[in-house]
């Protein structure tokens, strides 16, 4: 499993498992049925399937995501647990976004609030 992989594993687990993050899945997911995320790195394509309640990740091409991210691997983490700024990485061409990236915002507030209620 790759370390992109493990991140999402362990995001999903604390969505499973804290009530407040469901809360904010709901949310954010509003009167949809859900959200559709694409990421296309070098370790593969996989999205992430966002309901009201869970999220699950899938290997593949989802045929019309909401928001599509392309970048290397070490990117995205970078992104995701905030090491990198998403600012930064539009600017210099290392992370393209095609579609909604509104959808970034959320995602980074459940993210943050992932991280800051696991320790």
Known sequence: MTQLQEFFQFLMAQVRDKPNLKDTLAEWVGPYHGKVLQLHTNEGDQYIVVTKDNMTLHDGVYPSPDVVYKASAETILGIFT???????????????????AHESNPLANLILEAMTGAF
């Open 82 to 100: 905030g090491e990198t700024p998403f600012r930064d990485t539009m600017k210099d061409g290392s992370l393209t976004v095609i579609g909604n």
